[in-house]
């Protein structure tokens, strides 16, 4: 976190800087991180390792799914093993997989019993075992940060 010590230091700077720590201990092809206003029941996507195939965009509505149940609901991290199981649940599963990636961990990042962000990692198929994705947790008070300023950007 060296890298967000100094004047000026942003949200999205923090994000970078968890990504980075993701990257190192975890492991990661790409990351993004979404907010969330459950209130208004709608997301945003606010920082994208890949800008082309994820590009920073508006407002988007919250739609009911297993994987709302499980990361916005019951506040957990869910986490999949092979492209059938994003498929699920991602409609742009054909892109996920022609990036590359087959498995995925999305990490809630929850403030007074809400969840206000959500840090988004792809991967090989088979990579993001319950075991691999433990540390993300000592991760979770720097992402806090960072949400809690984009959550307010969000509603303003």
Do not use: C
């Amino acid at each position: 976190m060296a890298s967000v010590r100094r004047p000026g230091v942003t949200a999205i700077d923090l994000i970078g800087g968890v990504g980075k720590m993701l990257h190192e201990t975890i492991g990661t092809q790409l990351l993004t991180a979404s907010v969330y206003d459950m209130d208004s029941r709608q997301s945003k996507r606010v920082y994208s390792e890949n800008l082309e195939a994820y590009p920073l965009a508006g407002l988007k509505p919250i739609e009911d799914n297993k994987w709302t149940e499980i990361v916005l609901n019951q506040h957990r991290v869910f986490h999949t093993l092979k492209i059938e199981e994003i498929a699920e649940v991602f409609f742009d599963w054909p892109l996920i997989q022609s990036l590359g990636n087959e498995s995925n961990a999305n990490i809630p990042v929850v403030v007074d019993g809400k969840v206000i962000g959500t840090l988004n990692l792809l991967n090989k198929a088979g990579y993001y075992t319950a075991e691999r994705i433990t540390p993300a947790a000592d991760l979770l008070p720097y992402a806090t940060i960072a949400f809690q300023h984009l959550a307010k950007s969000m509603k303003a």
